[in-house]
């Protein structure tokens, strides 16, 4: 397993971005895929997006396509979540989780390792 850091979560006015990012503590991402998730006040955890390990492939749900874009930096240190045009449906807290050298399969229960979680609010 890996120890993951969310960050960049915040407050925003709908229409606005907001930039997560995730970070492994002591290692890079070059072995994991990264994957994000998010979860409302009563609802279930949901698939956001997706990088495989190698970074080139990448998946997203359905409601943020066109809008999210998941990537890893150059050095592959940190996996960033650009999100753009918010609505106040996507306020949820956001993980991230990895999974070393998985291509594809992106479901939640395929992860092993999971952050903290951070909090993302969209005001109308």
């Known amino acids: 397993q890996v120890q993951l850091v969310e960050s960049g979560g915040g407050l925003v006015q709908a229409g606005g971005s907001l930039r997560l990012s995730c970070a492994a503590l002591?290692?890079?991402?070059?072995?994991?895929?990264v994957g994000w998730f998010r979860q409302a006040p009563g609802k279930d955890r949901e698939f956001v997006a997706a990088?495989?390990?190698?970074?080139?492939?990448?998946e997203y749900a359905d409601s943020v396509k066109g809008r999210f874009t998941i990537s890893k930096d150059n050095a592959e240190t940190t996996v960033s979540l650009q999100m753009n045009s918010l609505k106040p449906e996507d306020t949820a807290v956001y993980y991230c989780?990895?999974?070393?050298?998985?291509?594809?399969?992106?479901?939640?229960?395929?992860?092993?390792?999971w952050g903290q979680g951070a909090q993302v609010t969209v005001s109308s």
């Open positions: 989780a990895a999974d070393r050298f998985r291509s594809s399969n992106f479901r939640a229960s395929a992860f092993s390792s």
């Open positions: 002591g290692r890079t991402f070059s072995t994991y895929a």
């Open positions: 990088i495989n390990w190698s970074g080139g492939r990448t």
